[in-house]
């Protein structure tokens, strides 16, 4: 079979390698459809992944068919179709006992920690394997663990049909976000970006405020939107250095207030305890997903969020090449690619 492999940043080459087999008698072997292409494996190539190590097999967005299973696999059989966990965790620290194992204290990711899925075949536990519904159409099954982050950051914020929320950052997972807080209720959504076409499919996903912070001032718009208020909660999924300051500035989020920020920036930022507690501001922070592959399933299985142009680019995957000559050649039309498996 063929895999994909990162040696180093901005090398990435296929290889022909023995197709694995099924060693422990609860793995389950999976032939890959579908895998999409995230931030952070775009950061793995450039070799800015603070998570990630060499030689690595990218890949944590996956999906695919099993074609075995071990002797003691009871939860899926030959021909279903799957989704996998990303991570791998021991099941036995004190943050896998009170249900935080996307922080395990030896939690290993696939694609990043742990070689991923940008394989034709691979072998997992048959506890990190979920159904999907096999008329889930392959290009959409792997958009099932960001949607799955979108679960998870709002309810790590606490997200209620009463919140007042701003998003800041409409790529793949500000959109997912927003319509996650849509579907709880939210009524007022306010999303910023600098791109106008991120924007247009915000408000196609159901965003009730646009902000172009490169042309309107992001502070006055929010202020005047809230009546001088300030939003409720807060996500940062733009992500760069200073955003987490940007959001913090008296104005965007009230007294009271949540910030969630959703990347690994690894720069300082001049936040003091001051700008935190003279408003009593909550700063949670969130990792993945937690326990929510199964109910997002079900989601997509019934057709809760709206799939269209999430992702951009479809590349099969014996086009493997043209992923990485995006990630060099960075294009504002892809947003999102997602990888199709010959079949």
């Excluded at 390698?17 to 450039?46: F, R, T």
């Excluded at 691979?122 to 096999?134: G, L, M, Q, S």
Aim: charged content about 25%; proline content about 4%; aromatic content about 6%.
């Amino acid at each position: 079979m063929k895999e994909v492999i990162v040696t180093g940043p901005h090398k990435a080459e296929v290889r022909d390698v023995p197709m694995p087999k099924i060693e422990n008698k609860h793995d389950v072997l999976i032939k890959m459809q579908s895998a999409g292409v995230c931030g952070s494996d775009h950061h793995i190539y450039h070799g800015t992944n603070p998570c990630s190590t060499y030689p690595r097999i990218p890949g944590h967005e996956n999906a695919g068919i099993v074609t075995a299973v071990g002797s003691a696999v009871t939860t899926v059989k030959k021909g279903d179709h799957v989704i996998v966990d990303l991570i791998m965790t021991c099941g036995e620290c004190y943050q896998c006992k009170i249900g935080r194992k996307n922080v395990c204290e030896s939690v290993r990711v696939r694609g990043s920690g742990a070689d991923g899925g940008w394989r034709e075949y691979f072998t997992a536990p048959e506890t990190e394997v979920y159904k999907i519904n096999d008329k889930v159409p392959w290009k959409d099954a792997a958009l099932t663990e960001p949607f799955a982050i979108g679960a998870h950051c709002t309810n790590r914020g606490r997200v209620t049909a009463d919140d007042v929320v701003f998003i800041l950052g409409t790529g793949t997972i500000g959109s997912i976000i927003l319509q996650t807080c849509k579907a709880k209720g939210c009524k007022t959504v306010i999303c910023c970006d600098v791109s106008d076409s991120s924007l247009e499919r915000a408000k196609k996903y159901g965003a009730d405020y646009v902000i172009n912070s490169k042309r309107e001032n992001l502070l006055e718009r929010i202020q005047t939107i809230t009546k001088g208020r300030g939003v409720t909660i807060a996500f940062d999924s733009a992500c760069f250095k200073g955003s987490l300051t940007l959001v913090m500035q008296p104005g965007i989020v009230c007294n009271a207030g949540r910030i969630v920020p959703m990347g690994f920036v690894t720069e300082p930022e001049s936040i003091t305890q001051a700008m935190i507690n003279q408003r009593e501001i909550d700063i949670i922070g969130s990792r993945m997903s937690c326990c929510q592959f199964e109910p997002t399933i079900k989601h997509i299985e019934n057709g809760d969020f709206d799939l269209e142009g999430i992702a951009t680019n479809f590349i099969k995957f014996s086009n493997i090449q043209e992923v990485f000559y995006h990630m060099e050649h960075p294009d504002p039309s892809v947003k999102k690619m997602v990888i199709l498996f010959d079949e």
